[in-house]
């Protein structure tokens, strides 16, 4: 147990369908982030949110949607997605220390499996 | 931004030998450099770290060697383990950014 939880663990949807992925951190961290990790590729950073705003965004697709309603709290809103977009999502938190430095530490959650058919 | 190499993709060894993995990074401001393990159906694990002002760190059979000169970090796991079986990847950041992954190693023990 990380103290970084997501739900649900597996999801499958269609291509027209809208979900959303949870994560929840029980760490007391000001930062949180969105990982997608696909077969052979390394982790890719889609979203950080610090302070509850929204820093980076990695050039990813509109269909994806993140909003961070308070530090311990992050979904991820899909709609439309692809089935290349099938892959495994990852929600990490760390402690940033402040004035545009990302924070070190980071632990993940056990990820949610998602099959886009 | 940040580029990390990681080699060899897949590594087998018998118990009881030693693994050792290895990554290169392209930024010279990094500055701190994380290992994590992976299980399968589970989220990266943070295993071990090393920060830029220390050249070798240890915990029990696992250690980190930096050069940062060469700009290249190592893990290397001794008495190795079925348990061990796993994926590691390493990271690096210089803290602006956030962590940049390697591709990630499949160690294999074999009993």
């Known amino acids: 147990e990380t103290g970084v939880t997501q739900t649900p663990r597996h999801l499958v949807m269609g291509m027209t369908n809208k979900k959303s992925l949870k994560c929840e951190q029980h760490l007391g961290h000001n930062a949180m982030y969105w990982y997608k990790q696909s077969a052979k590729k390394p982790l890719e950073l889609m979203f950080v949110y610090s302070l509850e705003e929204r820093v980076e965004n990695n050039s990813v697709p509109s269909r994806f949607s993140p909003e961070c309603p308070n530090s311990s709290h992050l979904f991820l809103h899909l709609h439309t997605l692809q089935p290349e977009d099938s892959a495994l999502y990852l929600c990490?938190?760390?402690?940033?220390?402040?004035?545009?430095?990302?924070?070190?530490?980071?632990?993940f959650g056990q990820g949610t499996r998602l099959t886009v058919v | 931004g940040e580029n990390v190499e990681q080699h060899p993709s897949t590594l087998s060894v018998q118990e009881g030998d030693s693994a050792v993995i290895k990554c290169t990074y392209s930024?010279?401001?990094?500055?701190?450099f994380p290992w994590y393990k992976q299980e399968l159906g589970k989220g990266p694990q943070l295993i071990i770290d090393i920060r830029s002002n220390v050249g070798e760190k240890k915990d029990q059979r696992i250690a980190v060697t930096l050069n940062k000169t060469a700009k290249h970090f190592s893990l290397h796991i001794t008495e190795t383990q079925p348990e061990d079986s796993a994926v590691y990847f390493c990271a690096a950041t210089g803290g602006a950014d956030g962590l940049t992954f390697g591709k990630g190693t499949h160690l294999i023990i074999q009993p």
């Open positions: 990490a938190s760390s402690q940033d220390p402040g004035q545009g430095a990302r924070g070190t530490e980071a632990f």
């Open positions: 930024d010279s401001a990094s500055n701190y």
